[in-house]
């Protein structure tokens, strides 16, 4: 999720781009046409007096690190960082405030989730998503397995997640990916 300040930089710097891509554009198109003044008296001579000035290339040097800092600068804040490693829960007193490691007990969750019968493995990370707090959990199952089966394993853990954390701010998802053909995981009961 991007910064408010990142998505105004953003449509600032898109109008911007646009309106000198299109304004060179229609320049070209209208020195082409041979309908501007300029047409018959362009020179190149200009440009090549510029390129041979002693101080060209350092201006081009500048120019370029100028470039890659603002380059560098766009990347880093579109790098969005939505896992959450720490979660508020309830039972803080007045002496103090009660933390959990948030990835420690949803990877728990997705533990528990993997006993499913059909499940190879399951991971999970608590992550911000549009504003909301979401238990994540990502599970590989056979594709064989009771669809029905795991929907109620889901339910449950994720009931069992709600009561531990004590929290009724954070939704759960459980996405299935289903295995490649190949080595089966044995069953056991």
Do not use: N, Y
């Amino acid at each position: 999720m991007t910064s408010r300040r990142t998505a105004v930089w953003d449509r600032t710097g898109t109008l911007v781009l646009s309106l000198v891509l299109l304004v060179s554009g229609a320049g070209l198109v209208w020195w082409w046409s041979g309908r501007s003044p300029a047409a018959d008296t362009l020179s190149t001579r200009t440009a090549t007096e510029l390129t041979q000035a002693s101080w060209w290339p350092a201006a081009l040097g500048a120019a370029g690190v100028l470039l890659v800092i603002l380059g560098l600068a766009w990347l880093l804040a579109h790098l969005h960082r939505s896992s959450v490693d720490r979660l508020h829960v309830s039972g803080s007193g007045p002496l103090g405030r009660l933390d959990a490691a948030a990835g420690e007990v949803v990877g728990a969750a997705a533990d528990a989730f993997a006993d499913t019968i059909g499940v190879r493995r399951a991971s999970g990370s608590l992550v911000r998503d549009r504003g909301q707090l979401v238990a994540s959990i990502t599970a590989t199952v056979e594709r064989e397995c009771d669809l029905a089966a795991l929907a109620q394993h889901a339910d449950l853990v994720s009931a069992q997640l709600h009561d531990v954390l004590g929290r009724d701010d954070i939704r759960c998802r459980v996405q299935l990916k289903v295995a490649r053909l190949g080595a089966r995981m044995p069953r056991s009961l």
